[in-house]
T-cell receptor
């Protein structure tokens, strides 16, 4: 089953507004990553937050992590039309008890920023 | 700087035909390599990953196979394509499964099976 689940599935906002996307997961993680995907393109890494961190900033992006609730949020401030894309959370976690780690992606939030 | 190339960008194939998708990475050595499939409006499903030459791990039973003949080359293949193999295939690389390094993706191959 999917480790990360984003909410909402789709979000439409006006340019200049803030966009908040949430991610919930099920098992212990080493870190949680957010990626962006423009239509028909590959994913681009945005930001990584470790399990011992609670908040991280990068430009207009703010990510929070609550390991007690197994949830994370991505906030994009002062959104622009160019922010229109799908956003995925991915959890880095131990896999199948075999000593290996994997990155498991959620289904994404489709963000539309209207000019 | 590191770059990742995938080709072709789009591919239309008949059912039962073979498949070969190629991915190459430049500017880094001994990367971990991954093949993902993304169905329309869905997340990414990990198909294969490789930690070194000829070291391939398969995540789901399927009609596909992967090979890594060189350090920075990763190939996804099928002998006979099924309709269910349609999708968007993404190759990615990272430095270390156990590290905090993110994955870097190619621009994908859109595969349509007729």
């Amino acid at each position: 089953s999917q480790q990360g689940e984003e909410d909402p599935q789709a979000l439409s906002i006006q340019e200049g507004e803030n966009a908040t996307m949430n991610c919930s997961y099920k098992t212990s993680i080493n870190n949680l990553q957010w990626y962006r995907q423009n239509s028909g393109r590959g994913l681009v890494h945005l930001i990584l937050i470790r399990s011992n961190e609670r908040e991280k900033h990068s430009g207009r992006l703010r990510v929070t992590l609550d390991t007690s609730k197994k949830s994370s949020s991505l906030l994009i401030t002062a959104s622009r039309a160019a922010d229109t894309a799908s956003y995925f959370c991915a959890t880095h976690h131990r896999y199948s008890g075999a000593g290996s780690y994997q990155l498991t992606f959620g289904k994404g939030t489709k963000l539309s920023v209207i000019p | 700087s590191q770059t990742i190339h995938q080709w072709p960008a789009t591919l239309v194939q008949p059912v039962g035909s073979p498949l070969s998708l190629e991915c190459t990475v430049e500017g880094t050595s001994n990367p971990n390599l991954y093949w993902y499939r993304q169905a329309a409006g869905r997340g990414l499903q990990l198909l294969f990953y490789s930690i070194g030459i000829d070291q391939i791990s398969s995540e789901v039973p399927q009609n596909l196979s992967a090979s890594r003949p060189q350090d920075r080359q990763f190939i996804l293949s099928s002998k006979k394509l099924l309709l269910s193999d349609s999708g968007f295939y993404l190759c990615a690389w990272s430095l270390g499964l156990l590290s905090d390094q993110p994955q870097h993706f190619g621009d994908g191959t859109r595969l349509s099976i007729l």
